[in-house]
């Protein structure tokens, strides 16, 4: 267990590095970003996601979680994902190219036909670095995962800021997006020693997509879950709207993305060689939930409670709409790092048909709600993407109940010592400080104080998390 305990501590570290680095430089060039350019450019973008988000899926083929699913996967099974991904995305793309001028036609934006080409080859560029990051993956190596990362946001987000500067509208996103995943795929190929080799098993692939083709499935109905709602807001209302929408969901993802992929990076793999024993696999479960509510819910209380100095100082006052959709959608965003801690469990049991069947079930009730909520506004629709959060995280731990005894209601009672001491010193924070005037000012003295006070009730109320991150960064000078 010892050896098993380093390679997590040594994961959670890198992979800190990593996502906060890369978040990092997501949100000061965002910023620099939105301040260069309009809300209908995001808008645009926006329209197109779901397609591009959905293209990856099945380039990606679900082979990814399958290779590092499977303890003895060789050179055989590696080179057969790669040739196949390949030869799946020019597929793809091929698709996507000859239905640009449909996809346009649907939001009625003439522009889109031209971004759609542009935008999918993206789709090409990611495929050719798959196995290397599933290896990489595999043996908990996020160090090279954090140097690609850093580097190639680094790289498109200068790109896309240059472009901007010279006045490239909405180009300078797709700009910043193509560079960025040509820098990475380049980067994985230069820091890892795998190769392909000129194998192809059909036998292989098959067992392979046994397990993939039901991640597969769940990918497509959970890329759907996620963008749907782009897709409506785009259709029914303007591109200034649904700018709006992204910018809030951008907002929001910082904190829940940065948890959740540490924490499913490091737990997957982990669950996986501790998955046959019951009692080990609960203490790694309990640990990631309330490790996850302990980093989450400070960020997502200073998100909520200072959201309007936040868009009015960094975005402008253009962006001021999105304020009240980047509250409501942030307290969703609780459930995504949960959610993914125990959809982790369900595939390291090798259960991809029960991930499927829970993303079936998700996406049924994300249709009806949008089909009672999209004739409200906008606001009424994230209302209810909250809420359908809220099912989601239910259904996905009915199933972490039944095989370890460990429920939703056992989770959400783990997670609400952590929930009530953020939320109190946030809004504490914003009640003492609310006489000063200046909003950059306010912004930064109660995000501070806010953080600063979660950490002293953290130690004053012995939060047992506060000690592991302190262990963690002792070990880490140690070696040093």
């Given amino acids: 267990m010892s050896s098993l305990k380093k390679k997590a501590t040594k994961g959670v570290i890198w992979s800190a590095i990593d996502k906060s680095s890369s978040m990092g430089i997501q949100f000061i060039f ?91 080859l993206n789709v090409i560029v990611s495929s050719a670095a798959i196995i290397q990051r599933t290896i990489m993956i595999k043996k908990i190596d996020f160090k090279s995962q954090a140097i690609v990362n850093i580097t190639s946001g680094v790289t498109g987000a200068l790109i896309g800021v240059g472009c901007a500067l010279y006045g490239y509208g909405v180009w300078s996103l797709v700009f910043q997006y193509l560079s960025r995943n ?130 009015l100082v960094l975005l402008t006052e253009k962006w001021l709409p999105t304020v009240i959709l980047l509250q409501i959608l942030a307290v969703g965003a609780i459930f995504f790092p949960i959610n993914a801690i125990n959809t982790n469990f369900i595939n390291a049991k090798g259960r991809s048909d029960l991930f499927l069947k829970l993303e079936i079930i998700n996406t049924v009730f994300t249709l009806l709600t949008i089909a009672i909520t999209y004739q409200f506004g906008m606001t009424i629709i994230a209302i209810g993407y909250v809420i359908v959060s809220g099912i989601g995280f239910f259904t996905y731990s009915y199933y972490t109940a039944k095989f370890i005894s460990y429920s939703g209601l056992k989770q959400l009672v783990d997670m609400l010592p952590y929930l009530l001491v953020s939320t109190a010193v946030t809004l504490l924070s914003y009640g003492i400080w609310s006489f000063i005037e200046n909003q950059l000012i306010y912004l930064i003295v109660g995000a501070i104080s806010s953080g600063l006070s979660y950490v002293l009730c953290s130690y004053f109320f012995k939060f047992k998390e506060m000690e592991d991150l302190k262990q963690i960064v002792v070990t880490k000078l140690k070696k040093k």
């Fill in 30 to 120: 965002g910023i620099i970003l939105a301040r260069l350019l309009l809300p209908e450019d995001y808008g645009l973008i926006g329209m197109i996601t779901i397609f591009i988000t959905i293209s990856q899926a099945i380039v990606e083929s679900g082979f990814s979680r399958a290779l590092i699913q499977k303890k003895n996967a060789d050179q055989i099974d590696y080179s057969t994902t790669f040739f196949f991904n390949f030869l799946i995305s020019l597929v793809v793309y091929a698709i996507l190219y000859l239905s640009a001028p449909s996809i346009a036609s649907f939001y009625k934006e003439p522009i889109l036909i031209d971004l759609v080409k542009v935008v999918g």
């Fill in 182 to 311: 040509i820098m990475m795929s380049l980067m994985f190929w230069f820091l890892s020693d795998w190769r392909p080799s000129w194998i192809f098993s059909t036998q292989a692939l098959k067992k392979l997509f046994d397990f993939g083709s039901k991640i597969l499935a769940s990918t497509l109905l959970y890329a759907a879950f996620q963008n749907i709602y782009l897709v409506v807001i785009g259709k029914v209302y303007k591109s200034e709207e649904l700018g709006y929408y992204t910018r809030a969901t951008l907002f929001k993802q910082i904190p829940a993305t940065l948890v959740t992929t540490i924490m499913q990076n490091v737990t997957f793999p982990i669950l996986v060689d501790v998955i046959e024993d019951n009692e080990r696999v609960k203490n790694v479960m309990k640990r990631s939930v309330k490790l996850t509510a302990f980093l989450l819910f400070p960020m997502i209380a200073i998100l909520v409670v200072f959201a309007y100095p936040l868009v």
